[in-house]
């Protein structure tokens, strides 16, 4: 199961390469403008933030739903090809992408939780990073036009969805089977100041996921050396992965809290210093605390502090990296059309106060109970 879930993260996160390091280029080359190009970034997202709420409403992710969000990552991936010029069109292939990754993805988290536990979780997610890291490499190589790009999306769309596959198969008794007669007990008006901190963090990352090689390109700084940002961060993310384990032994809440202070002064020395490589890749090398650390303690302590395991993933992915990257995207479309120099002062107020919500969350009373039990 390990190799088939190290492939699965390796495939899936090339295509989240390719979407948020050459798309928006592509997109702003082929016409679109700041704020429509936030936009088409923003229909993903709002996916992922609807999704949470259709399963409170009775929507369940077994087998049959699963097969379905493989087989709409292929056939939205495909639409790009006949949609890239047309914003209606490419709004409309964007968001069933949306529906297809944000279905798999939550999935196959907890399938891993619960069959490696949060201790390897790194480890096999750090594959991932490295096929986010080959794919950028590679694809800048052969990057002659748009289409190119979206050959190597439609591709590694096929090839994530047959991974995808075999890991159901080798798992056919699933958290989502087993948690069906648990009641939900996640309260997020109860818990705002956590999941409030969980949605600043990501809506920060707006101005760099949709932006970053725009804005350095803007700079003056080659679309070669930007590739180069873009790895070394994942690269320092590979080795917060592999060698996290023991962090995640202490506090997770205090992770958070350590890693939403990173994430303010990253963005605030790629505000300050759009120009400076040196800076620049110090503050890549932040990803590992700002990314890595920071999903990790975050899924690892909503797994910890909720009963119901797959529902409180559901609802990381689609309340902090769905309604998170929704409005960070049209944030970031905005304040880069109208204010650009401001873009990353945004980010790192934003991130800011995700760290002053963080501290005023409170321990869960069972929560020490649980820090070093493995997911089971």
Not at 70 to 79: D, F, G, N, P, Y
Request: charged share 10%; net charge positive.
């Amino acid at each position: 199961m390990f190799a088939l879930l190290s492939l699965f993260y390796y495939f899936y996160f090339s295509i989240v390469g390719i979407y948020i390091i050459f798309l928006p280029k592509i997109l702003s080359g082929v016409g679109y403008d700041a704020s429509e190009i936030g936009i088409i970034f923003a229909a993903s997202p709002l996916v992922r933030f609807i999704l949470p709420f259709l399963f409170l409403r009775g929507l369940t992710l077994n087998a049959a739903v699963f097969k379905f969000s493989l087989l709409t990552v292929i056939a939205s991936t495909l639409s790009f090809y006949l949609s890239l010029e047309h914003f209606y069109a490419l709004l409309l292939s964007n968001i069933f992408l949306g529906l297809g990754m944000s279905l798999m993805l939550p999935f196959v988290e907890v399938i891993s939780l619960h069959t490696i536990g949060k201790e390897r979780y790194g480890k096999v997610r750090l594959f991932g990073s490295v096929g986010f890291i080959v794919v950028a490499l590679v694809l800048v190589r052969f990057l002659s036009s748009a289409y190119v790009a979206l050959d190597f999306l439609f591709v590694l769309s096929l090839l994530t969805a047959f991974v995808a596959y075999l890991v159901l198969c080798r798992a056919p008794d699933t958290s989502y089977v087993k948690e069906k007669s648990i009641s939900n007990d996640i309260d997020i008006f109860k818990d705002w100041q956590l999941w409030g901190g969980l949605v600043l963090v990501q809506m920060s990352f707006g101005s760099f996921y949709n932006f970053f090689t725009i804005y350095e390109t803007d700079h003056g700084i080659s679309l070669d050396m930007t590739i180069y940002l873009w790895s070394f961060g994942v690269l320092i993310e590979v080795g917060m992965f592999f060698f996290q384990g023991g962090l995640l032994q202490g506090n997770l809440l205090n992770l958070l809290r350590f890693t939403a202070l990173a994430t303010v002064l990253r963005w605030f020395l790629v505000f300050a210093f759009p120009e400076n490589l040196a800076i620049l890749f110090f503050s890549q090398a932040l990803h590992a605390l700002s990314f890595a650390l920071f999903h990790t303690a975050a899924i690892s302590y909503l797994f910890q502090r909720y009963r119901h395991k797959s529902l409180s993933q559901q609802f990381f992915s689609g309340i902090t990296y769905g309604f998170g990257g929704l409005s960070g995207a049209l944030i970031a479309g905005y304040v880069y059309e109208y204010y650009p120099k401001y873009l990353f002062l945004t980010s790192s107020l934003m991130a800011f106060g995700a760290f002053l919500l963080f501290m005023a969350v409170r321990q869960h009373k069972g929560e020490h109970l649980s820090r070093h039990a493995r997911p089971h």
